[in-house]
C-alpha cells in the first residue's frame, strides 16, 4: 500500500490538485499479520523508551512500539515523494487516529494491541476520553500561524468542508447537502484557536450497543461539559477505569515531551474522584478542566445534564437507523476454513469452487 501511495505521487500532475487518503494499517494488533512491521524497523529496541523502560516483560508493547516507529516511516517516505514531486511546500498534510488504542481495558482480549491512552481513561469501543480523543496535526507551509495548539472541538466530519474551502471552493456549494460538518479552514487561516465554528459533538447515539454521548461548549463558562451513559464500557461491567502504560509506574512514569500532553489539573491522574457508573444513570463531565474524567458533576450541573439529554433526544428524533446488528458467533472464520463467507447462505463455501485456505505463517 505505501508504495501504491508513492506511486501516485510519483504520476500525479503537478498542475492539478489531488487528495490522497492513506490509511494505514498500522498500528495494529502485532499478532503473526502484522509482525512484518517488527523486522522493518529491527532498529526499534534502541528506542530510548523500549531500552530505560521495558525489558523482555513488556514484550507486546514492545512491539507495539516497532508498529508505531513504522508508521513514522511510512509517513517520512511519504513526505520525501512529495518533496522530490516538487509539491511539498504547496501540500497540506493532516495526520489523525480514528479511535483511541485497544488496551488492556478493552472487552475483547484478541483485539488489545497494548497501546496506550494514559492518562485518558478507558480506551477503544467507548466513549470515555480514552476511546474518541485523538492525536491529530495539521501540516501546511503556507499558513501564517503555525505551532500552536488547539483546543477547540473538531469532529471526522469537519475535513470534508475544512479541506474543500482549503482548495478554494465555496461553502455555499456545498449547502445543498446539508453536511454534518463544518469549516475550520477561517480559524487555521487566522491562527484563531476559540471560538470555533462548532459548539457541540454527538459522539455516537447508538441503539444496537445502547452507548450514547455528546459534548456541548458551555455559553457562559467556555468549557466543554461531556454527557455519555448506556452499556458501553465492558460486558461484565468489571473495569470502567484507567490502564497505565505497559512498563510504568508512578515512580517511573513515561512522560511525553511535546505541548499536547494531557494534564488532568488537579485531579490524580488514574483515580477516580466522584463515580461514574454509566449503565445507572448518566455522568457529566467537565473535560476542560477534567480531560481524565475522574469527576462525574451530573450531581452538581443538574441543568446542563438536563440540556445534554434534551438535546440527544432531539438529535435522535431524526437520527438514520442504524444497520449495525451485534455480531454473530456463527460467522466466525474458525468454522469456515479460515474463510470470511456469507455464512448465512445456503452453500457459504461453493462445493465446485477449490479454496486453499490461509495458513498463519510461522517463518518469520
Avoid at 241 to 255: A, C, F, I, L, Q
Amino acid at each position: 500500500m505505501l508504495e501504491r501511495a508513492e506511486q501516485i505521487i510519483k504520476n500525479t500532475d503537478p498542475a492539478k490538485p489531488f487528495y490522497l487518503h492513506f490509511a494505514t494499517t498500522l498500528p495494529r494488533k502485532a499478532d503473526e499479520y502484522n509482525r512484518g512491521a517488527l523486522f522493518n524497523m529491527p532498529q526499534f529496541q534502541l528506542r530510548p523508551a523500549v531500552r530505560t523502560l521495558l525489558n523482555d516483560t513488556w514484550i507486546e508493547r514492545k512491539k507495539e512500539l516497532a508498529q508505531i516507529q513504522s508508521v513514522d516511516d511510512q509517513i517520512g517516505r511519504l513526505t520525501s515523494a512529495l518533496k522530490e514531486k516538487g509539491i511539498l511546500e504547496n501540500t497540506i498534510i493532516i495526520f489523525m487516529s480514528d479511535n483511541g488504542a485497544p488496551d488492556l481495558s478493552n472487552f475483547d482480549k484478541d483485539a488489545i494491541n497494548h497501546g496506550s491512552n494514559w492518562p485518558l481513561r478507558m480506551g477503544k469501543t467507548n466513549y470515555f476520553e480514552g476511546g474518541i480523543r485523538v492525536p491529530c496535526f495539521i501540516w501546511y507551509p503556507q499558513l501564517k500561524y503555525r505551532g500552536y495548539v488547539s483546543h477547540r472541538l473538531m469532529h471526522m466530519t469537519d475535513w470534508l468542508p475544512t479541506l474543500y474551502e482549503a482548495a478554494g471552493g465555496s461553502q455555499a456549494n456545498l449547502a445543498k447537502y446539508d453536511l454534518s460538518g463544518v469549516s475550520h479552514w477561517s480559524n487555521f487561516k487566522r491562527g484563531i484557536d476559540r471560538p470555533g465554528p462548532r459548539r457541540e459533538m454527538v459522539n455516537t447515539i447508538e441503539k444496537v450497543g445502547k452507548q450514547y454521548a455528546i459534548i456541548e461548549e458551555d455559553q457562559c463558562s467556555g468549557n466543554y461539559f461531556k454527557l455519555l451513559g448506556g452499556e458501553m464500557f465492558g460486558r461484565d461491567r468489571s473495569f470502567i477505569g484507567w490502564v497505565r502504560t505497559e512498563g510504568t509506574s508512578d515512580k517511573k512514569p513515561m512522560k511525553t515531551f511535546t505541548p499536547t500532553q494531557v494534564d488532568c489539573g488537579q485531579s490524580p491522574a488514574g483515580k477516580e474522584v466522584t463515580a461514574c457508573v454509566p449503565w445507572v444513570r448518566d455522568c457529566l463531565f467537565d473535560i476542560t478542566n477534567d480531560p481524565c474524567e475522574t469527576r462525574n458533576l451530573a450531581a452538581v450541573f443538574p441543568r446542563i445534564l438536563s440540556r445534554l439529554q434534551d438535546k440527544l433526544k432531539a438529535y435522535n428524533a431524526t437520527a438514520v437507523k442504524a444497520n449495525n446488528v451485534p455480531v454473530d458467533p456463527k460467522s466466525n472464520p474458525s468454522l469456515w476454513d479460515g474463510w470470511w463467507v456469507p455464512w448465512q447462505d445456503a452453500n457459504p463455501i461453493p462445493e465446485t469452487a477449490a479454496f486453499t485456505p490461509f495458513s498463519l505463517s510461522s517463518s518469520y
